[in-house]
C-alpha cells in the first residue's frame, strides 16, 4: 500500500535561516505528490504539488522537487519567516485514486 | 475561491452521546471526504463519498457512520462517541479525478469528548 514518512518535529530554526523538511514515500505506480501546510487553528491549505517525476513545485518561496529515483519530494526554503511557524504535511495520490495518503506532520517554529 | 465549512469548530460532548459533524462545500465537486488528525499520526481517512447517497470506507471507519443526502453536504456521525474520539475533525471536497483534482480542506472541528 502507499505511505509517507516525513522527519517528526519540532524543527525550530531562526528567522532567515534555510529550512529542509524531508519527505519519502511508498507508492505503486506514479503518484502525485503535495505539500499541505496548516497554520495554527486552522485547516489544511495546499502549498504546492508535482504530477511527475523531476517537476518542481514552487509556491509562497518553498519549493520541492518529484525525485522518483529516491522516492523523495523534500520541502525547501531559502529563507524563512516567523509567519512560515505552522504544521508541514507530505502527501501522495495515486492518480487513479481520488485519495490522499498522509505522512504524520513536521512542526516548523520560527523564532524572530 | 473553493469554500468547505465545517458547522462546528469546537464542540465538547458527553460519552455515549450522539454527534453530528456537518460540512458543505459550494463548488459541486463529486468527491467529500472526513478525515480525523491526531499528533504524530498526521491525517486518517475516515469515510469518503464519490456521489450523493454513496460511501466508501477510508483506513479508520469504526466507530463512525456518514450521509450523503446532497451533493454539497456530506456529514459525520458518532453514533456513540467515546473519549478515544476526542480529535480534531477535518472535512475536504475535490472536484474528480486526474491531475487537476485538488483536494480543499475545511477548517476543522475540534471535538472533545468527555
Given at each position: 500500500?502507499?505511505?509517507?514518512?516525513?522527519?517528526?518535529?519540532?524543527?525550530?530554526?531562526?528567522?532567515e535561516?534555510?529550512?529542509?523538511?524531508?519527505?519519502?514515500?511508498?507508492?505503486?505506480?506514479?503518484?502525485?505528490?503535495?505539500?499541505?501546510?496548516?497554520?495554527?487553528g486552522?485547516?489544511?491549505?495546499?502549498?504546492?504539488?508535482?504530477?511527475?517525476a523531476?517537476?518542481?513545485?514552487?509556491?509562497?518561496?518553498?519549493?520541492?522537487?518529484?525525485r522518483?529515483?529516491?522516492?523523495?519530494?523534500?520541502?525547501?526554503?531559502?529563507?524563512?519567516?516567523?509567519?512560515?511557524?505552522?504544521?508541514?504535511?507530505?502527501?501522495?495520490?495515486?492518480?487513479?485514486?481520488?485519495?490522499?495518503?498522509?505522512?504524520?506532520g513536521?512542526?516548523?517554529?520560527?523564532?524572530? | 475561491?473553493?469554500k468547505?465549512t465545517?458547522?462546528?469548530?469546537?464542540?465538547?460532548?458527553?460519552?455515549?452521546?450522539?454527534?453530528?459533524?456537518?460540512?458543505?462545500?459550494?463548488?459541486?465537486?463529486?468527491?467529500?471526504?472526513?478525515?480525523?488528525?491526531?499528533?504524530?499520526?498526521?491525517?486518517?481517512?475516515?469515510?469518503?463519498?464519490y456521489?450523493?447517497?454513496?460511501?466508501?470506507?477510508?483506513?479508520i471507519?469504526?466507530?463512525?457512520?456518514?450521509?450523503?443526502?446532497?451533493?454539497?453536504?456530506?456529514?459525520?456521525?458518532?453514533?456513540?462517541?467515546?473519549?478515544?474520539?476526542?480529535?480534531?475533525?477535518?472535512?475536504?471536497?475535490?472536484?474528480?479525478?486526474?491531475?487537476?483534482?485538488?483536494?480543499?480542506?475545511?477548517?476543522?472541528?475540534?471535538?472533545?469528548?468527555?
Amino acid at each position: 500500500g502507499n505511505s509517507v514518512t516525513q522527519m517528526e518535529g519540532p524543527v525550530t530554526l531562526s528567522e532567515e535561516a534555510f529550512l529542509t523538511i524531508n519527505c519519502t514515500y511508498t507508492a505503486t505506480g506514479y503518484p502525485s505528490l503535495f505539500w499541505y501546510v496548516q497554520y495554527p487553528g486552522e485547516g489544511l491549505q495546499l502549498l504546492l504539488k508535482a504530477t511527475k517525476a523531476d517537476d518542481k513545485g514552487s509556491n509562497k518561496g518553498f519549493e520541492a522537487t518529484y525525485r522518483k529515483e529516491t522516492t523523495s519530494f523534500h520541502l525547501e526554503k531559502g529563507s524563512v519567516q516567523v509567519s512560515d511557524s505552522a504544521v508541514y504535511f507530505c502527501a501522495l495520490r495515486n492518480n487513479a485514486g481520488n485519495m490522499l495518503t498522509f505522512g504524520g506532520g513536521t512542526r516548523l517554529m520560527v523564532k524572530p | 475561491d473553493v469554500k468547505v465549512t465545517q458547522s462546528s469548530r469546537y464542540l465538547v460532548k458527553r460519552t455515549g452521546e450522539k454527534v453530528f459533524l456537518e460540512c458543505v462545500q459550494d463548488m459541486d465537486h463529486e468527491n467529500m471526504f472526513w478525515y480525523r488528525q491526531d499528533p504524530g499520526l498526521g491525517l486518517r481517512l475516515i469515510y469518503f463519498s464519490y456521489d450523493v447517497k454513496m460511501k466508501e470506507k477510508g483506513d479508520i471507519p469504526e466507530g463512525y457512520s456518514v450521509s450523503r443526502e446532497k451533493k454539497e453536504r456530506f456529514s459525520l456521525i458518532l453514533e456513540s462517541a467515546s473519549t478515544n474520539q476526542t480529535s480534531m475533525y477535518l472535512c475536504a471536497s475535490s472536484p474528480g479525478t486526474g491531475e487537476r483534482n485538488t483536494i480543499y480542506f475545511g477548517e476543522g472541528s475540534w471535538l472533545t469528548v468527555v
